[in-house]
Nanobody, 121 residues
């Protein structure tokens, strides 16, 4: 079983930056790709970004392309999401999860508590 703990969220003004971290524990971490998801108030949880276990391949939602960067450190069992040029519409609770492939957005593990990101105008 894999445990996922997100951190790094907070309150930031529009145009600012944040870096989210997702620390994973368990022997199966390096076996799977990783992804970031978010859920805004009144909306369903949606895909944000994904990365292969090697870190070579990435995929992003159109709404964050050019602004967000996903990366992975297998030695630390940690996935990051660097968020730049933040917009109020980025406000959401951000979650990470395991994926079979970076091109597959379906989460494999249970959802954690996530980390809240609030972008003010």
């Amino acid at each position: 079983q894999v445990q996922l703990v997100e951190s790094g969220g907070g309150l930031v003004q529009a145009g600012g930056s944040l870096r989210l971290s997702c620390a994973a524990s368990g022997r199966t971490f390096s076996t799977y790709a990783m992804g970031w998801f978010r859920q805004a108030p009144g909306k369903e949880r949606g895909f944000v970004a994904a990365i292969s276990r090697s870190g070579t391949n990435t995929r992003y939602a159109d709404s964050v392309k050019g602004r967000f960067t996903i990366s992975i450190d297998n030695r630390k069992n940690t996935v990051y999401l660097q968020m730049n040029s933040l917009k109020p519409e980025d406000t959401a609770v951000y979650y990470c999860n395991l994926l079979n492939y970076y091109i597959d957005s379906r989460p494999l593990s249970s959802w954690g508590q996530g980390t809240r990101v609030t972008v003010s105008s």
